[in-house]
């Protein structure tokens, strides 16, 4: 904390080695988050690059209270929700008539998206109703504690461990499900 107080106060001095340091330090993290939360892995680049130029533009009047990771952590949740909210609204297209991918080039942040398990993983996760992946994905990949999700859901510390708990079981049931088949 003490290190994110230093380089806060770099960064209003135009310190551009401060900004590296801090985007260097909490992007995986905040991409587990938002891949966690999204479907596609470019949703996920796009919140987090996002929360950071946001954040950027403000840093002159930011004071930090709390810890940056929570900050930047509860951005990248608030940004995934938009996007999520903005595309539910939008017609869905059968995957029959979509174009394949223009470019078969794979980036090292791709990893995510690549690997077999992490699919069956992210489809299940995406089967839960939102609360419960938000719960889950906060609590797994940020390793936030219920009272730090509850003040993010806005509810009480019960209820986010209740959503933790029941997405959980839920995708213990799907996953297993399909390795059955």
Same mark, same amino acid.
């Given at each position: ?18 900004? +590296? ?32 130029? =946001? ?8 004071? #930090?209270?709390? +810890? ?8 990248? =949740? ?9 595309? +539910? ?11 394949? !991918? ?5 980036? !090292?942040? &791709? ?15 995406? &089967?839960?109703p939102d609360?419960?992946? &938000? ?16 003040? #993010?859901?806005?509810? +009480? ?5 209740s959503r ?18």
């Amino acid at each position: 904390m003490l290190e994110d107080t230093i380089l806060i106060f770099k960064l209003k001095h135009g310190d551009r080695a401060a900004l +590296s340091r801090i985007y260097e330090k909490y992007r995986d993290d905040l991409l587990r988050i938002a891949a966690g939360l999204l479907r596609e892995q470019h949703d996920a680049e796009d919140i987090v690059h996002e929360v950071f130029a =946001v954040f950027v533009r403000g840093c002159g009047q930011f004071t #930090l209270t709390g +810890s940056l990771r929570g900050y930047l952590t509860t951005c990248v =949740v608030n940004g995934a929700r938009s996007l999520y909210r903005a595309k +539910s609204r939008h017609n869905t297209v059968a995957l029959d008539s979509c174009e394949p !991918p223009v470019s078969n080039r794979r980036r !090292p942040e &791709e990893w995510l998206i690549l690997d077999d398990d992490f699919r069956r993983l992210q489809n299940a996760l995406h &089967e839960l109703p939102d609360e419960q992946r &938000e719960a889950v994905v906060l609590r797994l990949q940020a390793d936030l504690k219920f009272r730090d999700i509850a003040r #993010l859901q806005a509810t +009480s510390v019960k209820t986010a461990a209740s959503r933790y708990q029941y997405g959980i079981t839920k995708l213990r049931t799907l996953l297993n499900g399909e390795a059955d088949q």
